[in-house]
């Protein structure tokens, strides 16, 4: 009996012991946690919702529930574009989409500056490093040099880039010492305000990526140049064969972070084009502020669920593929 | 075999040397000009900064300025409130660094050291939201500050940036590594988890630390869309809304909008070159795992 009592007892103190050491665990965590609870994890259940409700941002009553049909109306290609085609099939209907519709244009608009800004950067930000991975005199200043851009305010480099891309600005009187005819304001430019976009984010971004790539070849075992160096291997041989084999998680990991940064490209293409000229560079995001701007709340969430089921895609794509790269 | 590769090494070494000494002069040949090509706008920001606005688009480019027009960085002053737009720059930017390295590095202890239930399902939460972009959210989040009375206030800036979950992922990461028999010997010699955090984590952590306020600083202070979103009237702008409304009202006097953009880069210019070791290493580690 009065063992039973005291095993109780025992039970009961290790219990209140458990709760106390919760409540200090959880005392640690609630600081951040109602903060991060509050302004991140409530706004991101409700944006799912919001995108199939229809507001103006007024009163809260008038919100009301539309199901699906924000996105009906983004996918939506309009009758008279349809009635215009001599042969309606899918994929005639799927060029307008990306042609006609706000939607498609922006989606077409992110992948385009996606696939090229991509691999422009990957080859900038490797190339970079690999000249500062040898042992230079003031590697440091250079490092800081490279990778100041990465740190300087978009709101003024992008005035500055805007300013050296105008009609007579720097830019185009340097390409017309190389025989270039193109005088116009690159970002007022239907087909090269893009590149303008592009220029800017591969200059600004090669140097975050450089620094990521240096820590990865100060990883790769000296070793394996020296056996390469014996078996008769030249320099390039021994770039194709060791350094970017070895590099290549490092690309994936930089592939996956670039693809979703430009996803979300919004601050340069607000700042530069605007979305223009017309919508020739109109992303994402930027659509998603206009609709925002026009007050149609519950159609600005649906195109940003749009974002969010690409960026969780890609992430989905990287998990998989971390998965097989550490199981090799 | 052997002694007819080491004749063979013997043989081309000097030949080597000069290859090896060309190539040293091409590398940093190569270098400058890396460092001359993406240094160039700045240079003719600056440049541009002290011309007249007439002799901006001058052809062909004059890098030097016949005349130096300092006053354009006095006239600046007089056009803006540029140093009210600095005052809430720095207030937001400080106090987000504040609270993000200390709540997050509480947080992280708890999520690093300490068993409780719920641990790891709580920790998802603030893993899967790193992977979900702002701006798929951003709309709730205005609706739910406007309600509560944020709007067009420099408070709805820090609470927006003050507790992201990448601040807890990144202490945690280097809480991680601190050996747990530490905390334990603490916990023997009767200091409470508090001060095992206080005493023990946090002057461990410098480096960590170190990182994240310098991300933070610099991403808060160059933040341009939030700021966009929240703030409408002039006293409460931050330095980048305020240079783009700069931008826009004066749209044709080149060189002050110039000499504002370069302004407007001297404060985070002095925090990267003063602490750029902490910020370039801490992407090298940090970035990694990411």
Known sequence: MSQYTLSREAKRRKGSLERKKTLVALSFIAPNFIGFALFTLIPVVIAVFMSMTEWNGGKLSDMHWVGLSNYEALFAVPQRYIDRLDNPNFFSILGLFFDKVDLGIALKNTVTYTLITVPLTLVCSIALALVLNKAVKGAVAFRAILFFPYVSSTVAICVCWNFMMMKNGPINQLLMLFGSTFNKTWTADSNMAIWAIIIVSVWKSMGYYMVIYLAALQGIPRELYEAATVDGANKWQQFTHITLPQLSPTTFFVSVMLVIGCFKVYDTVALMTAGGPGRATKMLVTYIIDVFNAFNYGSACAIAMVLLVLVLSVTLIQFRMEKKFSAD | ?290
């Open chain 2, 1 to 290: 075999m052997t002694t007819s590769i080491m004749n063979a090494g013997k043989a081309i070494r000097p030949e080597n040397h000069t290859a090896q000494r060309i190539g040293k002069v091409l590398l940093y040949v190569a270098l400058i000009l890396l460092s001359v090509v993406t240094l160039i706008p700045f240079v003719w920001m600056l440049s541009s900064s002290l011309k007249l606005d007439r002799e901006v688009f001058e052809f062909p480019i004059r890098w030097i300025p016949q005349v130096f027009h300092w006053e354009n960085y006095s006239l600046i002053w007089t056009k803006a409130p540029m140093l009210m737009y600095f005052k809430n720059t720095a207030i937001v930017a400080l106090s987000v660094t504040f609270i993000q390295t200390m709540t997050s590095s509480f947080a992280a202890y708890a999520f690093a050291k300490l068993e409780f239930k719920g641990r790891d399902t709580l920790f998802m939460c603030y893993i899967a939201t790193i992977a979900v972009p702002w701006q798929a959210y951003m709309i709730p989040q205005f609706i739910e500050f406007r309600a509560i009375g944020l709007y067009d206030k420099l408070t709805a800036i820090m609470v927006l940036q003050a507790f992201s979950a990448f601040g807890v992922f990144l202490m945690r990461q280097f809480y991680r590594g601190i050996p747990t028999e530490l905390c334990e010997a603490a916990r023997i010699d009767g200091l409470s988890e508090y001060g095992i955090w206080a005493r023990i984590m946090l002057p461990l952590s410098k480096a960590a630390i170190a990182t994240l306020v310098i991300f933070t600083f610099i991403g808060t202070w160059n933040d341009y869309m939030g700021p966009m979103i929240y703030l409408t009237t002039e006293s409460v702008k931050t330095v980048q809304v305020g240079l783009r409304r700069f931008i826009q009202e004066n749209s044709s006097d080149y060189h002050l909008i110039m000499a504002a953009s370069m302004v407007s880069l001297i404060p985070v210019s002095v925090v990267f070159l003063c602490l750029q070791r902490y910020f370039i290493e801490g992407i090298a580690t940090s970035g990694l795992k990411g």
